[in-house]
């Protein structure tokens, strides 16, 4: 008989929903040899999360940490689950666990998955009791035993598509879809890299068009959002995909991940995108200082963001940067005139966020965990808000919500997000 497998994303603060998905396409690895539930419990509290899966009886639990900040609730769950399933091998993966993978294990989890899931998950359902270590983390005796890297899905076109049937509808209408694995770059400060190591893995643009068919024509999808860390590393993938796309029914748009340097390499590529829906795009600018900027591996002056931004809006694209606080050898100059040059830079709209340190990052002096720099957490949150406040960008975005289409949309959503400050006087 297939073993029951739940598959878990645990109660946590995060919304994100890539969790629920990353454990959709898990599910599509190993459905033909398991009987697979996915539990979205996000918004659960642990008691009545521990309470579902254990009337769930499963044989094995699978749950996910999206990121470092995933592994207390993660470790809270697992405490439970020992005592709610004790007959169920409990395995935790995903980017959190990968980085610490002590912290689940000493809460009683029996294993953790190290990168990828698919090829290792399958393989440890199919031979629990194997002592291959590869790709998996264990206690003994209170030591950590911790195998060599396992080997990735390659080419990606053979997993299967995700098990959409097994997560809840989207709330919000967005569905995602992954069409790409890692990334070709190497910035200092990105666990994408580290987590897929710097080899960029790729669905085919043929597969790519038969997802967005499956999401628009069956699930009704009307906003796609890619999950790509840099949806353009491959140029001539990208236009072949805009080309292909072009002939199907389309989302009423596309959001998207790249970097600035790839989107300007060619000048037929934001052509492309716009004409494929392709029309929220996100670009992660981390700094505007120009020696950090380089350290930190991207080396784009403000006039080249302000090139790029300028296009997509003509385009009828609308552009989030984000950028980073906190980052190492950043000086208190670098971080005063972190706003302003945002600003002139010239993104729709913007987002700071503080610096998440990981394994293997330099910690900023004087800090001695993995939470972010409480004084740059601070920062980033007032920059943000001083970026929505500054008069160029209120102008810009009220420009964009009086004209059409998906940018007045986007405009719109975001001045209500952050709407002007009012004149007391
Ligand atoms: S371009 Fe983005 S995804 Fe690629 S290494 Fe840099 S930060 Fe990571």
């Known amino acids: 008989m297939a073993p029951r497998v739940l598959l878990v994303k645990p109660p946590e603060a995060s919304r994100f929903n890539f969790g629920t998905f990353s454990l959709a396409v898990l599910a599509a690895a190993v459905r033909d040899i398991a009987e697979v539930e996915i539990l979205d419990a996000t918004r659960l509290g642990l008691a009545e999360a521990a309470q579902r899966i254990a009337e769930r009886t499963p044989r094995w639990v699978g749950i996910t ?13 697992v405490r439970r689950l020992r005592g709610a399933v004790p007959d169920a091998h409990l395995v935790v993966g995903g980017h959190g666990a990968t980085m610490l993978p002590r912290i689940p294990l000493e809460a009683g989890a029996h294993t953790v998955v190290l990168g990828e899931g698919e090829i290792t998950f399958r393989r440890l359902l199919q031979d629990e009791r194997s002592t291959d270590l590869a790709g998996l983390a264990r206690l003994s005796g209170g030591e950590l035993l911790q ?38 770059h190497d910035c200092s400060f990105c666990e994408t890299t580290r987590f897929h190591g710097r080899r960029w893995r790729y669905h085919t643009p043929a597969r790519v068009a038969a ?43 596309f959001m998207l991940s790249a970097r600035a340097d790839d989107l300007l390499a060619h000048p037929g590529l934001l052509p492309a995108m716009a004409g494929a829906r392709m029309l929220r795009i996100s670009v992660g600018v981390e700094s505007l200082d120009p020696g950090l900027a380089v350290r930190a ?59 998440y340190p990981f394994p293997g990052l330099p910690l ?40 059409g289409g998906v940018r007045a949309l986007l405009a719109g959503g975001t001045l209500a997000k952050h709407p002007p400050p009012t004149c007391s006087a």
Not at 304 to 323: H, I, K
Not at 379 to 403: M, N
Request: net charge negative.
């Open 364 to 403: 900023p002096a004087g800090n001695d965990s993995y939470d972010p720099d409480p004084a740059a957490a601070a920062d980033a949150e007032r920059f943000t808000r001083e970026f929505y406040a500054h008069p160029a960008v209120i102008a810009r975005l009220t420009r964009a919500a009086s004209g």
């Open 211 to 253: 997802e967005v068919r499956h999401l628009v024509r069956d699930l009704g999808a009307w906003i796609i959002e890619i999950t790509d860390d840099n949806f353009a590393a491959s140029r001539r993938r990208v236009l072949e995909i805009t080309r292909l796309l072009r002939r199907e029914d389309l989302p009423v748009f």
């Open 297 to 355: 591996g991207k080396s784009l002056a403000v006039g080249d963001y302000a090139r790029l931004f300028g296009r997509m809006r003509e385009l009828g694209m609308f552009s989030v940067a984000s950028y980073i606080v906190g980052l190492p050898g950043e000086t208190a100059r670098a971080r005063r005139k972190a706003v302003e040059l945002a600003v002139a830079a010239g993104s729709d709209a913007a987002q700071f966020l503080p610096l």
């Open 65 to 77: 940490t999206m990121a470092l900040s995933s592994l207390p609730p993660a470790a809270e769950l």
């Open 147 to 184: 195998g060599p890297a396992a080997p990735q899905v390659a080419p990606l076109d053979a997993l299967n598509t995700p098990a959409h049937d097994l997560v809840p509808e989207p709330e919000d209408g967005v569905h995602l879809l992954e069409t790409s694995r890692g990334c070709p």
